[in-house]
């Protein structure tokens, strides 16, 4: 059987540092932290009491009441970034096969906010159990894609990747299969996460995941330093165009990058911990590499999955050594996590983008927050600390990892002929 090749034609992005494509790559390039203070909610009695918000974007300016009452706040945000996306790819929904163009989205909580909303009506106000009838489908995570494919008419594949917050990247690496298998020409893919509430910051909070770092938000993230203490929680939306390359070509679209591998493992290890020698993240950054028979030589950039967890940013460095060994020194890493928070389950499709915005600027976004260089981790290891890097950027990998021991990897080249 031959495979078709696969590309991107659209992007869209609604991120903590940026509203659109442009936008959040600008910041990214800025090195900007997105992380303040929370306004959601009160955080007196809360451990953590900041993380990366969504700020200067009203949801009432792109949706309509209707819209707004019947979806979740992380399906609004999905819907915001699709239409950044589908515009950006230029497809006319008039014309395409809509038979042939899909969705598969990736969120790893969904609807969190609906869910303690009437949880809060019910249990805590005592009131009569009458649920908004709602509360099922905006909870949900498929219907996410659901929505979306209702906006369009779109009536491909339509399903979701739920796998914690490696979610998204396996959203793509679906969505790359079903098109290189020539079951689709177009699919729309990427995540959503609206999880800064009181339960999302609460449950990590009891976990010890999250930064404790009250006194300083805006550098509480820091990846791979000797004084990291946890994630920062964001929020938002990634989206990306997939598309056949012929069914790109025909109809002149831009194309930004080529999906040439995409890998999905387990750890079969830990509810939460990573395998200590990094042996599902090994695997499954192999696996991406042998999808089109990858040199490891090739990979220049690798955004890491980096959330400035103690251990989770050493098994990820001790994995990349594992795979690329002496060509790891001639890698540029970095973790746009500082930056962005961690979105979870959209996480992978804002990191995607950045990947592909490094394809195209030929710029790598930098790691920030680095103050204390850490002694177990590798010093010529390269790891784009505070400023951004000008390089010669042809193949990029992008990892993410979840809960539950999920690993997956999408690898993207420039597009060529």
Not at 184 to 205: H, L, M, P, Q
Not at 221 to 229: A, V, Y
Not at 380 to 387: A, G, S
């Amino acid at each position: 059987m031959i495979l078709k090749r696969v590309v991107v034609t659209g992007l869209g992005a609604l991120t903590p540092i940026g509203n659109t494509v442009k936008a959040y790559w600008d910041a990214l390039e800025a090195g900007q932290s997105g992380a303040a203070l929370i306004t959601k909610f009160d955080t007196t009695k809360f451990k953590t009491k900041f993380a990366c918000e969504l700020k200067g974007i009203k949801m009432e300016d792109f949706l309509d009441r209707k819209e707004l009452r019947r979806m979740d706040a992380f399906c609004h945000y999905a819907l915001v970034a699709v239409d950044e996306a589908v515009r950006d790819s230029g497809i006319d929904v008039k014309t395409v096969d809509c038979d042939r163009v899909g969705v598969i989205w990736g969120s790893g909580i969904g609807g969190i906010f609906t869910f303690q909303e009437e949880m809060y009506e019910y249990f805590l106000k005592e009131r009569t159990p009458r649920f908004n009838p709602f509360f099922i489908p905006k909870m949900i995570i498929d219907i996410c894609p659901g929505h979306i494919s209702i906006k369009y008419g779109f009536r491909g594949p339509n399903f979701s990747a739920v796998s914690a917050c490696a979610s998204s990247t396996n959203a793509i690496v679906d969505a790359y299969n079903y098109i290189r298998l020539g079951k689709a020409n177009v699919i729309v893919t990427g995540g959503s996460e609206a999880s800064i509430t009181e339960a999302g910051i609460g449950g990590f909070n009891a976990l010890k995941a999250l930064s404790e770092r009250n006194d300083s938000p805006e550098t509480a993230s820091r990846p791979f330093d000797k004084d990291r203490d946890g994630f920062v929680m964001g929020e938002g939306a990634g989206a990306l165009i997939l598309e056949e390359l012929e069914h790109a070509k025909a109809r002149g679209a831009k194309i930004y990058a080529e999906i040439i591998g995409g890998g999905a493992t387990g750890d079969a290890y830990h509810m939460t911990a990573p395998h200590p020698e990094g042996l599902g993240a090994k695997n499954v950054m192999l696996e991406a590499l042998r999808d089109n028979n990858t040199p490891l030589e090739s990979v220049d950039y690798i955004n890491v999955h980096g959330t400035s967890t103690p251990l989770g940013d050493e098994c990820e460095i001790n994995a990349i050594l594992g795979v690329f060994g002496e060509h790891t020194y001639n890698l540029n890493i970095s973790s746009t996590k500082s930056m962005t928070g961690h979105l979870l389950g959209a996480a992978g499709a804002v990191e995607a983008i950045a990947g592909i915005m490094s394809l195209e600027r030929q710029v790598i976004p930098p790691t920030i927050n680095h103050f204390t260089f850490d002694p177990e981790f590798d010093s010529k290891i390269n790891y784009t600390f505070n400023k951004a890097q000008k390089r010669k950027v042809d193949v990029v990998l992008s990892n993410t990892f979840g809960f539950g021991g999920h690993n997956a990897t999408i690898l993207m080249r420039k597009y060529k002929e």
